[in-house]
Nanobody
Framework: QVQLVESGGGLVQPGGSLRLSCAAS????????GAWYRQAPGKQRELVAH???????TYADSVKGRFTISKDNANTTVYLQMNSLKPEDTAVYYC????????????????WGRGTQVTVSS
């Protein structure tokens, strides 16, 4: 089985920073593509940031220049560094990743994490 487990969420004041982690575990070789989504109350889930297998990154306009997505050297963890946080960044943040699994031949599967709450408030 494969699990994506997010951590690093919490309560932070406006202007503060948080670093989210998404650790993949189980029957995997590595994470290929990774992404962070968020969903605020009453709103649809939206893509925040994406990193390709080659390391190319893309961001939602609302977070450009403030958030940075990255992967560790072992390609098993995806990070989201969030700086200059605003109250409108408050949401549940979800990790989504495509991983190369150990079963099958060159087999990739996509998974969601369960989410971590980020609250930006004074």
């Amino acid at each position: 089985q494969v699990q994506l487990v997010e951590s690093g969420g919490g309560l932070v004041q406006p202007g503060g920073s948080l670093r989210l982690s998404c650790a993949a575990s189980g029957s995997i070789f590595s994470v290929n593509n990774g992404a962070w989504y968020r969903q605020a109350p009453g709103k649809q889930r939206e893509l925040v940031a994406h990193i390709s297998g080659a390391g190319t990154t893309t961001y939602a306009d609302s977070v450009k220049g403030r958030f940075t997505i990255s992967k560790d050297n072992a390609n098993t963890t995806v990070y989201l560094q969030m700086n200059s946080l605003k109250p409108e960044d408050t949401a549940v943040y979800y990790c989504y990743a495509t991983v190369r699994v150990t079963y099958g031949v060159n087999t990739y599967r996509a998974y969601w994490g369960r989410g971590t709450q980020v609250t930006v408030s004074s």
